[in-house]
């Protein structure tokens, strides 16, 4: 096996738990401007959540849930609109401080850059909304520290689907073997393993009962070393809180 070279962040749920009062919420108040009286319940996203991209949410709502529903300008261009005003909800609630960054993730990203490890992020979200994140959590300059953002319609098949992967990998010039890649979700391993990479899985409530075949070690969370993680799945090699060194291990195991 090829040494470590770079790690690979998904951002939603993986390096903060954005989906349940960050999306859906922004995606409730862009219907509320809308005019339309959907809500999107905690229990009705874990259903949407199975499609990735905002977009492409919408369109799966609207199929399975408004199934008479019509609009007089073309779907695609309303939906485009009211993705618009949803992510100008998500980024204002991210830019007030809303949600923070997973125990241990800040730390972990901290001794990556210590031993010039190489990072960069797959992410099928908007990327203004990678951008507040990182802004409000870990500060302006930390947009640098990921030398490929790759977010958003940049490919067009969206996870499950490789191709983010395949697009970070080919823009910092590496091969699968030398990255490895942190996801929290079945469509977002999919999506990694696809690419070839290992993958360090963090659960949370809305992936906790999802299926990580081939995962390097399921976690439900990086943990600290004062608060350690707890394994779901697979062996931590003797670890209790994700640091570079484990991250190194698994790669190599
Ligand atoms: C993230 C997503 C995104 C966000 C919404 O999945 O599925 O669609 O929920 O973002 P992953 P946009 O963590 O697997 O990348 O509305 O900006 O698309
Ligand atoms: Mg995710």
Known sequence: MPELKALIFDVDGTLADTERDGHRVAFNLA?????LDWDWTVEIYE???TVTGGKERMQYFMDKYK????VAEDLKSYIANMHKAKTAHYTDLLSRGAIPLRPGVERLLNEAREKEFRLAIATTTTPENVSVLLE????????????VIAAGDIVPAKKPAPDIYDYALEKMGLNADE???F??????ILS???ANLKTIITINDYTKNHDFTGAAIVLDQYGEPD?????IDGDALGFDYLNIEMVKALHTA
């Open 31 to 35: 219907f509320a401007d809308a005019g």
């Open 47 to 49: 259903d949407l959540l």
């Open 67 to 70: 199934p008479v529903f019509d």
């Open 136 to 147: 409000h959590t870990l500060g302006k300059e930390s947009m640098d520290w990921f030398e």
């Open 179 to 181: 990255c490895i890649a």
């Open 183 to 188: 996801e929290d979700s079945r469509n977002g």
């Open 192 to 194: 990694s393993l696809g």
């Open 227 to 231: 608060s350690p993680f707890t394994v």
